[in-house]
């Protein structure tokens, strides 16, 4: 499932004295299973290029296919677009609404043309997928959940249509940090199972520790695109864009401060303490 934007522009409010340019000629492709992770300062596009991407904006001029089909294109099933795209907006939680747990989650399956047993399936799936126990939650009210609860709820719902690209706009965003770890854990998994994910955030952590690959935007364009460790270690590029550069890079230069000669490319947790066991050990020996 490859996702390829060509040369896309979008302006809101176009021909009004509140014409904003909010995506100007971005092109990139997005390969099957890959977890990109977009960033850049607030009103740089971010929201307005995920959108575009998943069909709900069109854009001014150039053209997005997924699988080769632009699916701007008169004929193109909508309904496909649907299936394969899965977007979890900003504080999804605000949108549940049913009795159940069970129910809410299936209601993005009401017209799939599956049988009921199919539904409850890829329901099940969906709830415990997102860390629940199935049988314990299904027949509770979404509304008795903490807010981190309820957001995982809301994001079972997209996962049950078992979207082959899943969008994530600021899906961290007031979190507190033990929920925030919990949920991009979850993401991980949903990735490795195979789904594509671009995800949205402010939080470097979230981006150094989860995502492959990093776009920054900036005033509609593309500025960085490239591979989580190439994109955390260029401090100065991460600092022109207002962009954290993440607890791992913050410690890095505190050890350098201290004269500790800590080698080029380390972005994540797990590599910087195995560099910081393997000088514990030198020291000993
Ligand atoms: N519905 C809208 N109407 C008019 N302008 C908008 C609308 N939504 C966003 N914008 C403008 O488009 C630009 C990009 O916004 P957005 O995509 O929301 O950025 P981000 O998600 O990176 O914060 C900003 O200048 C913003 O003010
Ligand atoms: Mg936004």
Redesign the pocket.
């Known amino acids: 499932m490859s996702l390829k934007i060509e040369d896309i522009t979008f302006t ?2 176009k021909g009004t004295p ?1 014409e ?1 340019r ?1 995506i100007d000629h971005i092109s990139l492709e997005i390969k099957d299973g890959e977890f990109v992770g977009i960033m ?1 300062r ?8 995920v959108q575009l991407a998943d069909g709900l904006l069109t854009p001014d001029s150039g053209n997005i296919y997924l699988n080769g089909e632009d699916i701007n294109s008169h004929d193109y099933d909508r309904n496909r677009l649907r299936r394969s795209i899965g977007m979890v907006f900003q504080f999804p939680e605000y949108q549940l609404f049913e009795t159940t747990v069970k129910k809410d989650v299936a209601f993005g399956l009401k017209h799939h043309d599956i049988s009921n047993e199919q539904k409850d399936l890829q329901v099940k799936e969906a709830i415990e997928t997102m860390g629940f126990d199935y049988e314990r939650v299904k027949n509770i009210s979404p509304l008795v959940f903490s807010g981190g609860e309820k957001r995982r709820i809301a994001i079972a719902g997209i996962l049950a249509t078992r979207p082959e690209i899943l969008i994530l706009d600021e899906p961290v965003a007031g979190l507190d940090p033990y929920g925030r770890e919990a949920f991009l854990k979850l993401l991980d998994e949903i990735n490795e199972k195979g789904t594509t994910i671009m995800m ?1 955030s402010h939080n470097a952590d979230a981006i150094s520790e989860h995502a492959d690959r990093v776009i920054i ?1 900036r005033e509609g364009r593309i500025t960085t695109d490239g591979n989580v460790v190439e994109v955390f270690s260029d401090i100065d590029d991460l600092r022109k864009n207002d962009i954290g550069i993440g607890q791992v890079n913050e410690l890095i230069l505190l050890l350098k401060k201290r004269g500790m000669d800590v080698p080029e490319g380390i972005t994540r947790y797990d590599e910087l303490l195995g560099f910081l066991e393997r000088k514990n050990k030198e020291v000993i020996v």
């Open positions: 809101y409010a509140h904003t909010a850049g607030t009103g740089c596009g971010k929201s307005t290029l949205i935007l």
